[in-house]
């Protein structure tokens, strides 16, 4: 054991099934996504979102367990934050994916507008990363911000769906807010302060977001 307070082995194994798992549901909807008629936009559309969305998550835990290991032998470095920051990125840019799905389906007075602001707090993120590395401990709360909001909106709209509409749509809403939810308690799970406290078992997290969306997954399966 390095700098960090828990069994970095135990985390990173963990994690790299959840990545394998992700990646063998992200195949399944990109295969959906081919099959489907050009006819049926919506279904098509659908399949290909979670499919990257998906695949962009294991690019996420990948940036992160080099930052964990980054950090457990050596510290906080710049190479440390860096990693960290790049994984924020793509997150924003998973999460991006999806708030543009919603607002071409369901939030179509938006006319997209919320897309366009994550797109422009994503380029911020970037120039920082790139050109203003002294600011880039900072970063981290920016990104704080900009994940759980989008996060926020994503819930905010499927607990509308699952408020407003009956029979199966409301069903699989609510399957997806709740898959959501635990894959959110997950990254929560995650942040620093809770982890360098050394409660929180390295497992648990990975565990309950691979709950969560085994969940969200099987709502989108089941919609069509």
């Known amino acids: 054991m390095g700098y960090l307070p828990y069994d970095l082995t135990v985390k ?3 994690w790299i099934i959840v990545m394998i798992y992700c990646g063998i549901f992200g195949t399944i909807f990109l295969v959906k996504a081919i099959k489907a008629t050009k006819e049926v936009k919506f279904q098509r559309n659908m399949y290909r979102t979670i499919s990257i969305i998906l695949f ?4 996420i835990r990948v940036f992160f367990l080099l930052s964990d290991f980054e950090r457990d032998a050596n510290s906080d470095t710049l ?3 860096q990693f960290v920051v790049i994984s924020y990125i793509t997150t924003a840019i998973a999460f991006l994916n999806i708030i543009y799905f ?5 939030l179509r007075k938006t006319k997209h507008a919320i897309s366009y602001i994550i797109i422009i707090m994503i380029i ?3 120039s920082i990363l790139i050109l203003f590395n002294e600011y880039i401990q900072m970063v981290r709360y920016f990104n704080y911000a900009l994940s759980y909001t989008e ?5 905010l709209v499927y607990l509308y769906l699952t408020v407003k509409s009956t ?3 409301r069903q699989n809403s609510f399957l997806s807010l709740l898959g959501l939810a635990l ?3 997950a990254s929560f799970l995650e942040m620093d302060a809770l982890l360098m406290t050394g409660a929180i078992p390295a497992w648990l997290s990975p565990t309950i977001f691979a709950i969560g969306i085994t969940i969200f997954a099987y709502s989108y399966i089941r919609s069509v």
């Open 12 to 14: 990173a194994i963990s």
């Open 56 to 59: 962009l998550y294991v690019v």
């Open 79 to 81: 190479l440390y934050y």
């Open 102 to 106: 919603l607002e071409s389906t369901v």
């Open 124 to 126: 911020i993120d970037v």
């Open 151 to 155: 996060v926020g909106l994503i819930l």
């Open 167 to 169: 029979g199966k749509l």
């Open 183 to 185: 894959a959110g308690v």
